[in-house]
T-cell receptor
Framework: RKEVEQDPGPFNVPEGATVAFNCTYS??????FFWYRQDCRKEPKLLMSVYSSGNEDGRFTAQLNRASQYISLLIRDSKLSDSATYLCVVQFSGSARQLTFGSGTQLTVLP | DTGVSQNPRHKITKRGQNVTFRCDPI?????LYWYRQTLGQGPEFLTY????????KSRLLSDRFSAERPKGSFSTLEIQRTEQGDSAMYLC???????????FGQGTRLTVV
C-alpha cells in the first residue's frame, strides 16, 4: 500500500462546477499536510497547507480528518486555469522529514 | 529571481556516463530536498539535507547516486554510470525548518540514450 494515495482521475468538469479531491495517508503519526498544483511539464507549486481546523483560500478549501487519515481539497466555481494535476503531500513525523507525495489527481475544466 | 534555481534545465547523456546537477535553494531556507519524477507519477523522494547534513536518503537510491551540500548552501546531485532507467525529471526543493511547505525549482530533465 502506498503511503499517500489519491484517485488519479481524470476529473473532467465544466466551468463553474465544484469539484472535490480526496487523499488518504497510511501513517497515523503524520505531522504536516499540503496540496500542490502541477501544470504539464512544470514543477509542483505549493497551493496551500492543510490545517486541522480546515482552511480556505478564495475558491479553495482544504480539510483534514486525522481520525480517518484523509485530507480533501474542494474547488468552487472552477476556472479553465484550474486545469492541472493536484498533488497531496504528507510530512510524516519522527526521524523522516521528507515530504511524501501522492501520484496526483488530474483535473480538466471544460469550457 | 529569488526562487529555487536548478542547472542545467535539460541534459542528454549516453548510458554509462556520469552527470551532475546543481541546485541553488532560496537563501533563507535551511532544508533542501531532491526528488525524481517520471511521467504520470508524483515526485519520488531521493534525499534531504538540513543545512550541510544529509539526514535522509531513500532506500530506493542506488549507490550510483550521491548528493552533497557543502556549507549548507547550493547542492549537487551526481549520478554515476547512468542507465536508461535514470531518465526522469530531477527536482530540487527548499524550505524552512520546520517546513511550511517546500518550494521547487524548475527541474533538470535527464534523458539517457
Amino acid at each position: 500500500r502506498k503511503e499517500v494515495e489519491q484517485d488519479p482521475g481524470p476529473f473532467n468538469v465544466p466551468e463553474g462546477a465544484t469539484v472535490a479531491f480526496n487523499c488518504t495517508y497510511s501513517n497515523s503519526a503524520s505531522q504536516s499536510f499540503f496540496w500542490y498544483r502541477q501544470d504539464c511539464r512544470k514543477e509542483p507549486k505549493l497551493l496551500m497547507s492543510v490545517y486541522s481546523s480546515g482552511n480556505e483560500d478564495g475558491r479553495f478549501t482544504a480539510q483534514l480528518n486525522r481520525a480517518s487519515q484523509y485530507i480533501s481539497l474542494l474547488i468552487r466555481d472552477s476556472k479553465l486555469s484550474d486545469s492541472a494535476t493536484y498533488l497531496c503531500v504528507v510530512q510524516f513525523s519522527g526521524s523522516a522529514r521528507q515530504l511524501t507525495f501522492g501520484s496526483g489527481t488530474q483535473l480538466t475544466v471544460l469550457p | 529571481d529569488t526562487g529555487v534555481s536548478q542547472n542545467p534545465r535539460h541534459k542528454i547523456t549516453k548510458r554509462g556516463q556520469n552527470v551532475t546537477f546543481r541546485c541553488d535553494p532560496i537563501s533563507e531556507h535551511n532544508r533542501l530536498y531532491w526528488y525524481r519524477q517520471t511521467l504520470g507519477q508524483g515526485p519520488e523522494f531521493l534525499t534531504y539535507f538540513q543545512n550541510e547534513a544529509q539526514l535522509e536518503k531513500s532506500r530506493l537510491l542506488s549507490d550510483r547516486f550521491s548528493a552533497e551540500r557543502p556549507k549548507g548552501s547550493f547542492s549537487t546531485l551526481e549520478i554515476q554510470r547512468t542507465e536508461q532507467g535514470d531518465s526522469a525529471m530531477y527536482l530540487c526543493a527548499s524550505s524552512f525548518s520546520p517546513p511550511m511547505g517546500a518550494f521547487f525549482g524548475q527541474g533538470t530533465r535527464l534523458t539517457v540514450v
